[in-house]
């Protein structure tokens, strides 16, 4: 099941601290889901001391993947992650080239 992440759990922010009321009803049941599921996967980020690098972020496919899991290696996460690089121009180009 894709979990909606409305906020960076891995910032430090707590990810239940983010619920708002406010938020649409049709977003609501599945930020309460997505609050129950890192709930339950929160040990293994916050606190995970081993993990794997599945697929390279240096590839040229624009994706990347970990897997965290616990020191008695009971349970794992797997996280994959998609992003795209911008180019963007620091200095204009003048015409004082030269």
């Known amino acids: 099941m894709p ?3 409305l906020s960076a ?3 430090g922010t707590r990810y239940s601290d983010s619920y708002s009321e406010h938020l649409p ?3 609501r049941p599945r ?3 997505a609050i129950i599921t890192y709930k339950k996967i929160r040990p293994m980020i916050q606190l995970d ?3 794997y690098r ?3 972020p240096y590839n040229d496919k624009g994706v990347f993947s970990l897997m965290l899991y616990t020191l008695q290696k009971k349970h794992a996460v ?3 992650t998609r992003f795209s690089i911008i180019a963007i121009r620091l200095f204009p180009v003048s015409a004082w080239t030269g």
């Open 49 to 51: 001391n081993l993990s």
């Open 31 to 33: 930020k309460r889901e």
């Open 9 to 11: 759990p891995g910032i």
């Open 3 to 5: 979990l909606l992440f």
């Open 54 to 56: 599945l697929i390279s």
């Open 25 to 27: 009803a049709v977003v």
């Open 78 to 80: 797997f996280l994959p």
